[in-house]
């Protein structure tokens, strides 16, 4: 299973440990990924999604996922967001 958002498409970020002896060795940051089901307004149904704690907590300040996905533009998506974008609308309209 990818370690990706599927809102943000935040992934693995690559650093270096640093000891005390100044020897450096390469490492992963892995994103924070947590498993939840967001509720969709306009789909009538909870979405299962992996997504950052950071992204969740962005969704919460725009009041929801529906809000969050309309306001967001899609450079900032990752491409199951967009799709799921999509549906959104097409639900609404």
Known sequence: MPKRCQL?????RAGRNVAHSNTKTCRRF?????????HSEALR?????????RALRTVQKH????????KTDDRKLAPDAIRL?????KALS
């Open 63 to 70: 009041g929801g996922l529906d809000p969050f996905l309309l």
């Open 30 to 38: 892995d994103p924070n990924l947590q498993r939840v089901h967001l």
């Open 8 to 12: 943000t498409g935040t992934g693995p």
């Open 45 to 53: 149904r909870n979405v299962p999604l992996r997504v950052t704690t």
């Open 85 to 89: 974008k999509r549906s959104v609308r």
